[in-house]
């Protein structure tokens, strides 16, 4: 069984900035991608940035050039450095983990969400 814990959501003012950090814990025996996605109130889930196990990203357009996703990949630690955060940011930011057990099964797990809310 594998556990994410996400921390570092909160309040913040647009302009400002926030760091998302999740770590992953468990019989964990390698980690492909790791990744963070968001749900904003009535709208579905969507991915914000995802990060491969060779540390290539993509993005959500919406977030390109003020998010930055990095990993580090010994502690098993996604982070999410959010810059320039607008109202529009305003979600539920969810961690998202996929790997391999120590008894070689595949997993994809979730963390439990972080609240993250920009206004002034």
């Known amino acids: 069984q594998v556990q994410l814990v996400e921390s570092g959501g909160g309040l913040v003012q647009p302009g400002g900035s926030l760091k998302l950090s999740c770590v992953a814990s468990?019989?964990?025996?390698?980690?492909?991608?790791m990744g963070w996605y968001r749900q904003a109130p009535g709208k579905q889930r969507e991915l914000v940035a995802a990060?491969?196990?060779?540390?290539?990203?993509e993005y959500a357009d919406s977030v390109k050039g003020r998010f930055t996703i990095s990993r580090d990949s010994a502690k098993n630690t996604v982070l999410l450095q959010m810059n320039s955060v607008q109202p529009e940011d305003t979600a539920v930011y969810f961690c998202?983990?996929?790997?391999?057990?120590?008894?070689?099964?595949?997993?994809?797990?979730w963390g439990q969400g972080t609240q993250v809310n920009v206004s002034s």
């Open positions: 998202n983990v996929k790997g391999q057990m120590a008894k070689g099964s595949f997993f994809a797990s």
């Open positions: 990060v491969a196990s060779d540390e290539s990203a």
């Open positions: 468990g019989r964990i025996s390698v980690v492909y991608a």
